[in-house]
Each structure stands twice: as structure tokens, then as C-alpha cells.
């Protein structure tokens, strides 16, 4: 009986061991390059304006206590002042004309250019102090204290033609938050004080800024895909291969696998020859092999991909005509 138990015991750690195994997915990053949501035709130079600004800072009221209270309080401490108008106008257009000239596809300059983008920049930082009591906690240690700031950045942006015609306008936006909890309200305030509240309005305007520039210029961004594997020592290989960048042995192993007896191999090594071929920019082949699996499985998963595919090669098109219009509009 001690023999059996032990048995059974042993197999099942066998089975959940395999099952903890089997359930490690392999995720690739690819750098995909898209096309941006603003068309500005044939313009290769730019000129960037100051935005103007406007910003909120709205001062922590604690659990309901006296606002006055708390806005005097707020005020000696002195760290949640709004930054200077000056100070913000500066930060975002230096920001986003380093972030323009990281992206490469215009040419920025001062004077007179085929578009010119200005705008606004509207910040809001609000500050919330909340607290918590632990009736189960020593004395003199029974108060939590958590101050959540949340900064917010919008952008309103236009872009005008060399002839003040409106080529486009939009708004981006980028927000976050932060929490800082200790055992009492001035260790909380103290440690919110490390870095100024500019600090991090400036760091939302930079995401931001980088937000716009994907508006209006191409760009890549890096996504992910997770790779089809089934019980085959080859399909472990060949995604091993690509999780580590090589992706002529993965391709390798994928092909053996392709003429497995078993469907699901097969299904698998064709999506993943797939991925390989969009991680090449063969986007043709690629959309062959996510349609033949969606064909054979009909799983919305493959359908979906075929799809992204799809609008990806729209960009690349549209990317192709921008480029062409920008061609004949070259300086000689």
C-alpha cells in the first residue's frame, strides 16, 4: 500500500511539474515600423512653436478634515507649488524638438518651413492624502498614511502649411501615479518632497511629446508575439532559438517540424514561420501562413493576426506614396 502511495505521489508530481513546464509560453519582440495617424503630405521640414500652458495643482485634503487647515499645512510644506509658465514652456519645447529630431523623418529648424506645429500644453497635478487605521497594530504604530499624486499632460496641437493652411490637429495625453505610504503624515509629505512637483509634470510632457511625434511621423514600435508550440522536441528548439534572436535556426527547426505527422505541430510551425516572416517584412508570406492557420483551426486568435498584417501593409503603402510626394518635392 506504502508502494502505491508513493507511486501515485511521484507520478503526480510528475504530471504538474510537465503541466508547469508546458504552460511557459516563448514571446518574441519585433520592431514594427508604422505609419502616423496625420498626414502632412509632402513636408520635410518643420518648425516647432512655443504651446502656450496652463496647469492645475490641486492641494491633498485629508480624510475630510478642514480644507483651510490643509491649504496652510500644504503651503508650509511648500512642495506642491506650480511650476513657472516659463519653466514649462521651455522643458516641452525643448523636449519635443529633441523628440522630433530622435525620430529623423523631419528636418527641424527656426525659419521658414513646409510645416510648422504649435499648440497647448494643459498639465494637472492632484494630490490625495488618505489614511488608515490598524486597530491590531502596537500603539503609536496603528496609522497608515498614503499621499497618491496623479499628474496628467494634454497636448492640443495643430499643424499649418509654409501658407497657414490647416494640414491637421489633434490632442495627445499621458498621465500617472504615484503613491508614498509610511507610518505617519510628515514621514509621507517628506518623502513626496524628494523630487519636485515640476519633476514630474515635465516627465508627462516628455511622454507626451513623444506621443505627438507618433501623430505625425512614422515609427517604430517594439511588439510582442507569442509564439505556437506543441509536445515536440523541435518546437521547444526552434522557440528557444528565436526567444535568443536566431532566427535562421528557429526558421530551421519550424520547416522540420512543418512535416509532422501531428496537426497541431504543423499548425504551430506554420504560425511561427509566419512570425519569422513578418520579423523580415515579408508581410505577404506572412498573411499566407496566419490565413492557411485560421483556415485549418479557425481559431479568431489567427483571424486577428491576419488582420494586423493586413493593416500593417496599408501603412507600409501609405508610407510608400509620403515618401514618393516627398521625393519630387526634394531640393535640387
Not at 519653466?87 to 530622435?102: F, G
Not at 526567444?243 to 509532422?260: N, V
Request: charged share 25%.
Amino acid at each position: 500500500m506504502k508502494n502505491t502511495m508513493s507511486g501515485s505521489l511521484k507520478a503526480g508530481l510528475l504530471a504538474a511539474s510537465l503541466l508547469v513546464l508546458g504552460g511557459c509560453t516563448s514571446v518574441v519582440k519585433l520592431n514594427v515600423k508604422h505609419a502616423p495617424e496625420m498626414d502632412l503630405g509632402a513636408a520635410r521640414t518643420l518648425s516647432v512653436a512655443r504651446f502656450t500652458v496652463s496647469g492645475q495643482v490641486n492641494l491633498d485634503v485629508a480624510n475630510g478634515n478642514d480644507i483651510w487647515s490643509n491649504l496652510l499645512k500644504n503651503a508650509v510644506v511648500g512642495s506642491f507649488s506650480a511650476p513657472s509658465a516659463v519653466s514649462v514652456q521651455e522643458n516641452h519645447y525643448s523636449s519635443l524638438v529633441d523628440a522630433l529630431v530622435r525620430n529623423g523623418y523631419y528636418q527641424i529648424g527656426t525659419g521658414t518651413a513646409d510645416a510648422n506645429v504649435s499648440g497647448h500644453v494643459d498639465y494637472r497635478v492632484d494630490d490625495r492624502l488618505s489614511s488608515l487605521e490598524d486597530k491590531q497594530a502596537q500603539e503609536g504604530k496603528r496609522m497608515t498614511y498614503t499621499l497618491t499624486r496623479k499628474v496628467e499632460a494634454t497636448l492640443r496641437f495643430m499643424v499649418t502649411d509654409k501658407h497657414g493652411m490647416l494640414l491637421g490637429n489633434s490632442r495627445v495625453q499621458h498621465s500617472s501615479e504615484k503613491k508614498w505610504t509610511d507610518d505617519s503624515e510628515q514621514k509621507v509629505r517628506e518623502r513626496a518632497q524628494q523630487l519636485s512637483v515640476s519633476s514630474y509634470v515635465m516627465d508627462e510632457i516628455a511622454a507626451a511629446n513623444a506621443l505627438l511625434v507618433q501623430k505625425i511621423a512614422p515609427h517604430y514600435v517594439l511588439e510582442s508575439r507569442v509564439l505556437e508550440e506543441c509536445d515536440s522536441a523541435q518546437s521547444e528548439q526552434g522557440n528557444k532559438a528565436a526567444e535568443e534572436g536566431d532566427w535562421l535556426a528557429a526558421a530551421s527547426h519550424w520547416q522540420a517540424l512543418s512535416a509532422s505527422g501531428d496537426a497541431k505541430c504543423r499548425h504551430a510551425a506554420e504560425y511561427n514561420l509566419g512570425v519569422f516572416d513578418e520579423s523580415q517584412g515579408r508581410l505577404g508570406e506572412a498573411l499566407m501562413r496566419y490565413e492557411n492557420v485560421y483556415a485549418f483551426t479557425r481559431d479568431a486568435r489567427f483571424a486577428a493576426d491576419a488582420e494586423r498584417v493586413r493593416q500593417r501593409m496599408r501603412d507600409e503603402e501609405r508610407m510608400r506614396l509620403n515618401e514618393s510626394k516627398r521625393q519630387q518635392t526634394a531640393p535640387l
